[in-house]
């Protein structure tokens, strides 16, 4: 099965990061703020009598907005996402699943082989887009559910919470690192194709998105780091 086109139509499986207005939080971390540069004897907002706007952001994309993350999330050496090299387009599956209590198990993971996934929890409202997560509430996967998922032979994966571990799991961080084939506890770099999967969490698949298959890009930007906001983009299959 093979997509033969793509259309001009996509949904963005984005949460907008909005620095004035409500956020999803992770971990409890402060909201993400933006503020006028100022210096000495002015302020750059316009609406203080600046002659621009200009910004700046204090943002922690893993507990505050859709972001993507490389493995070096884990590692000794840093590995930003900017050193993978994301496709322009790569074939998709979505799948919705339920937890069971708050573990996402195998079962509801098992399939063909696809190179990137995007899972939606159920149940799925727009609460999601702006919801404070708790530990004792958020699901997570199982390691069987992250070995399931490497079967497949998955290297994008994309889920809509904010980890796919525990929110709070005495930093063991299990199935990120079945994900990226490192042994229990290990902070070195693992190899070089396993370096090149990355992991995107805190998307928000609506409901008008059908279980299946579909094109996915993942937009980044340039910036070094483990972890930066992203905007993955689903596009209609054709058949």
Not at 58 to 79: A, C, D, K, M
Not at 116 to 135: C, E, F, G, S, Y
């Amino acid at each position: 099965m093979k997509p033969l086109s793509v259309p001009p139509r996509c949904v963005d499986l984005s949460i907008p990061l909005d620095f004035y207005g409500p956020q999803p939080n992770a971990y409890g971390v402060p909201p993400a703020v933006a503020q006028p540069y100022c210096g000495e004897g002015f302020t750059l907002a316009v609406a203080q009598g600046g002659a621009v706007n200009c910004e700046v952001w204090r943002l922690i994309p893993h507990g505050q907005t859709t972001h993507t993350e490389s493995v070096g999330h884990l590692t000794r050496e840093r590995f930003p996402v900017s050193a993978v090299a994301l496709p322009h387009w790569t074939v998709c599956a979505v799948v919705t699943v339920q937890p069971r209590g708050r573990e996402i198990r195998p079962e509801s993971l098992a399939g063909e082989p696809v190179e990137a996934l995007v899972v939606r929890t159920w149940p799925n409202d727009a609460t999601k887009r702006t919801r404070q997560w708790a530990n004792d509430t958020t699901p997570y996967f199982t390691v069987e559910a992250m070995q399931m998922i490497r079967t497949r032979g998955v290297k994008h994966l994309l889920v809509d919470v904010p980890s796919v571990d525990p929110l709070y799991d005495n930093g063991l961080l299990q199935t990120h690192r079945v994900f990226w084939d490192m042994p229990p506890g290990s902070t070195a770099l693992p190899p070089p194709e396993a370096c090149q999967r990355t992991i995107t969490e805190l998307i928000f698949v609506p409901d008008e998105v059908a279980d299946g298959h579909y094109w996915l890009t993942i937009e980044t930007p340039h910036i070094l780091s483990d972890a930066v906001p992203s905007r993955p983009l689903l596009y209609g299959w054709s058949e």
